[in-house]
């Protein structure tokens, strides 16, 4: 069931080479399937009802698991934070998306959905949908570090620096599991730090990583001009979507870095690739109703 697309990194100059995880299946996208690859597992092996999950109305995570849950045909519930986005699904892509695949969407307000961690609305989504295998925002526990330990395989041996973008970091971790002792990992946050390297020193036993802060552009889903016509020059030149909150943001950081010689021109440098895609629609009717140009 869990059969993944092989996939082979792309050369972009003779420094750079992009592994394209988007294309690991072809509807549950990049790192997110990862990630669920061996909770899905560990839900085939129970006795669940379905997955339930956690997300922004626009998550990434939310749109891979509801496709999940079609490919495989099994039910998923998500928890939306913001009530007020009930009455707007029909205007937003991801949302519409999920439900087509069937994902049954219950919408909490915005003071619940910070409370996702206590008991007590845990234990009050455990009535209200019992049996049912929880995955948290994000997708990030130790089985999905243990799938993202595989984007790495022995051939990327040759690179000395990998890049990768960094929401929760589980991603992140999984790649520092697998690298090669040799191998510098740069993580590109999508937010505005906070605990995230604590959070990733709980996963890792390397040292071999460090976090560059530099390039979330204002903060999470925060776009300026500059990245959006960056995006715009990459797809023209190379052919390939870059989203605007995740892989967009560590692209320009990694071009930039080397421009600056910041990463030297002697490093083969392998940035990963890791989806995203599907929340440009969402991006360009923010632009759009800004009168910004969208992202092509
Ligand atoms: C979720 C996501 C990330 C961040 O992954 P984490 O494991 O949360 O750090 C990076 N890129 C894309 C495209 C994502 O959807």
């Known amino acids: 069931m869990l059969k993944l697309n092989s996939i082979e990194n792309i050369q972009l100059t003779s420094q750079i080479f992009l592994k394209p995880e988007y294309k690991i299946h072809d509807t549950v996208s990049g790192n997110k399937f990862r990630k669920l690859k061996y909770n899905l597992e560990r839900f085939q092996s129970g006795d669940f009802e379905g997955i339930l999950t956690f997300g922004g109305a626009y998550s990434n995570h939310i749109s891979a698991t509801a496709a999940a849950g079609k490919a495989f045909g099994f039910p998923t519930i998500g928890i939306i934070r913001g009530l007020e986005v009930s009455n707007k699904i029909e205007l937003n892509p991801t949302l519409l998306y999920a439900r087509k695949c069937g994902m049954n969407l219950d919408f909490v307000t ?27 925002e994000g997708g990030t526990n130790e089985l999905a570090i243990k799938g993202c330990e595989e984007i790495l395989d022995y051939q990327d041996k040759i690179f000395d620096i990998v890049c990768c973008s960094v929401g929760t970091g589980g991603t992140l971790s999984g790649i520092i599991n ?119």
């Not at 191998?183 to 040292?207: E, P």
């Open 178 to 296: 697998s690298s090669f002792p040799h191998q510098k990992i740069i993580g590109f946050t999508a937010l505005k730090g906070t605990f995230l390297k604590q959070d990733i020193c709980k996963f890792v036993k390397r040292s071999n990583w460090e976090l560059c802060q530099d390039y979330h552009m204002g903060g999470y889903a925060k776009v300026n001009l500059e990245l959006i016509k960056f995006i715009n020059e990459f797809k023209l030149e190379f052919n390939i979507a870059l989203d605007p909150i995740y892989t967009g943001k560590m692209m320009y950081g990694v071009f930039d870095l080397i421009s600056k010689g910041v990463i030297s021109d002697k490093d083969k440098v392998l940035v990963i690739h890791t989806g995203g895609q599907q929340g440009i629609e969402g991006m360009n009717q923010y632009l759009k109703s800004n009168n910004l140009n969208l992202i092509i």
């Open 110 to 136: 915005r003071q619940d959905y910070r409370n996702r961690h206590d008991d007590f609305f845990n234990l009050y989504l455990r009535d209200k949908y019992p049996n049912y295998y929880i995955i948290p």
